[in-house]
């Protein structure tokens, strides 16, 4: 009964938070220390948006989504990195355990928020609800881990790539440099 009641509300609340969000600036969300931050810590910044895990086959993309970072930071770019279990099971390490591996493995510098749920369902974090939804910029849900979101400085969607499509490839950075180059 208690599980049924939670999950309802969760499911309400990522309803109404997704239907009052005037952008994806306005969806609350909390930093990998717990703290609350939201998308509009990055208004008038290119984000690549990245749903994270440590222990996926695609986790090596965290060294190339590094670099662009450092690239591109000072031109009003950054990466931030979401991490999920959804996938596998293979994001399954506390915050600290995160953070720790992100640092020591990869010399990570960019952004990570807290653990969500990226998938469907009464438990979805209301950012991948309005990401993924019906009325998205690029609708569908998020099939694995490191699916990317290129956000514009207005806070819309400009691209959507793949868990495959590698954060320097060809067409990732055409489509960051284009965004970069906008006003």
């Not at 994806?24 to 998308?39: N, Q, V």
């Not at 990869?106 to 469907?120: A, I, R, S």
């Not at 990401?131 to 990317?148: H, I, R, Y």
Request: glycine share 8%; net charge positive; charged share 25%.
């Amino acid at each position: 009964m208690q599980t049924t009641l939670r999950t309802t509300l969760l499911a309400a609340m990522t309803l109404l938070a997704t239907a009052t969000a005037g952008s994806l600036y306005d969806i609350p969300l909390r930093d990998i220390d717990g703290r609350p931050t939201s998308l509009k810590a990055y208004e008038g910044k290119v984000v690549l948006l990245v749903n994270v895990a440590s222990q996926c086959g695609y986790t090596r993309q965290y060294k190339p989504l590094e670099a662009i970072y450092r690239k591109y930071k000072d031109r009003g770019f950054v990466v931030v990195g979401v991490p999920s279990n959804d996938f596998g099971g293979q994001e399954p390490g506390s915050p600290e355990e995160i953070k720790q591996f992100c640092t020591s493995k990869f010399d990570v510098t960019f952004p990570l928020l807290e653990k969500v749920k990226v998938k469907p369902g009464p438990d979805q974090h209301p950012l991948y609800a309005a990401l993924t939804g019906k009325d998205a910029a690029f609708p569908g849900e998020v099939k694995w881990n490191f699916a990317k979101f290129l956000i514009g400085r207005d806070g819309k969607v400009l691209a959507r790539f793949q868990s495959g499509d590698e954060p320097d490839s060809p067409a990732v950075i055409q489509a960051i440099e284009a965004a970069l180059a906008a006003k």
